[in-house]
Nanobody
Framework: VQLQASGGGLVQAGGSLKLSCAAS???????TAWFRQAPGKDREFVVF????????YYADSVKGRFTISRDIAKNTVYLQMNSLKPEDTAVYYC?????????????????WGQGTQVTVSS
């Protein structure tokens, strides 16, 4: 499956952005996640949604501020990011896995989008 992430940009602290991840085939076959990578840091897990959409898992750092959702008809997963902080600045990647269960490690993901830059100014 091919993934195309979009929606990044520059926003002030406290603001919002909505990222999109469009897939070349239905997400019903894959668990899907968002990761992010700040300069000089490892890629870190942000949020996961399983193939049925019935299980969602957030990293503690974004819980209560970020919301993942998806539109099956459009083969698109979204990440609504509210109350953004400068420490949220990173390149955000969407990824898909054929693994079963909650998957938070990069090595378990089979497909990756190209990344979209999110910059939060203070």
């Amino acid at each position: 499956v091919q993934l195309q992430a979009s929606g990044g940009g520059l926003v002030q602290a406290g603001g919002s952005l909505k990222l999109s991840c469009a897939a070349s085939r239905t997400f019903g076959y894959y668990g899907t996640a968002w990761f992010r990578q700040a300069p000089g840091k490892d890629r870190e897990f942000v949020v996961f949604i399983n193939r049925s959409g019935g299980s969602i898992y957030y990293a503690d750092s974004v819980k209560g501020r970020f919301t993942i959702s998806r539109d099956i008809a459009k083969n698109t997963v979204y990440l609504q990011m509210n109350s953004l902080k400068p420490e949220d600045t990173a390149v955000y990647y969407c990824a898909a896995t054929r693994s079963i269960g909650v998957v938070t490690t990069t090595t378990n993901y089979d497909y990756w989008g190209q990344g979209t830059q999110v910059t939060v100014s203070s």
